[in-house]
């Protein structure tokens, strides 16, 4: 479903600030995979993530998803394969419109679009159907406006936005980690939910290493714009995070020096 082949991207070339993002980087993801991804600060997460979503071009390499080579399609051309989720709660809805407004603004993404706009009865009635399965009592509260809504019904709302159409790759990027830890493990069992449901092929990326165990059938770790550990299946669930910490080490040859990754667990 999803193919990284040898991406590099530096930022400010032939500065002082010239900053190595990926080395190289491939990825191969089955359709349905489930992958989280963990590594300290700078080691190319997110820079992986919106390399993907078009935010920067590549430098070189090749990313293509479900066989389309999507490598030089801007960002608004990829939004038809790609669904998004930010770590603010804020990015990923439009405060000052209702909660129904915003599922439609997302239930059209990529399609055609007229100069009609209205939700018309049987969408409010397939919007209300998806807000029921959040579990927040949001489908009683389609004409609210979503500014009054709390970061993780926010968060809870933004995913099920980037998954009415089903793409073909959905981005998590830390959706969890500005939420208190409550909300955040019922957005991140929300998550499993249309994951499964859908069998979307998903990447998400998170700073607690026994979410990344726990969650998903693959994990990766990345440093310095590079992976340094993959692993699926039984092996995956049997890990430990000593495992993980000793895996870092003997991949990087150094200690692993993010405390907040380590404290989140």
Known sequence: MLDIKNVKKTFNINTINEKKALNGINLHLNEGDFVTVIGGNGAGKSTTLNMIAGVYPIDSGKIEIDGVNISRFPEYKRAKYIGRVFQDPMMGTAAGMEIQEN????YRRGKERGLAWGIKQNEKSFYQEALKKLGLGL???????VGLLSGGQRQALTLLMATLQKPQILLLDEHTAALDPKTAKKVLEITEEIVDEQNLTTLMITHNMKDAIQIGNRLIMMHEGRIIFDISGE???NL???????KFEEASGEEFSNDRMILAN
């Open 240 to 246: 430990e995070v000593e495992d993980l910490l000793r």
């Open 139 to 145: 489908e009683n509260r389609m004409t609210n406006k």
């Open 103 to 106: 599922m439609a603004l997302a």
């Open 235 to 237: 092996e995956k669930k």
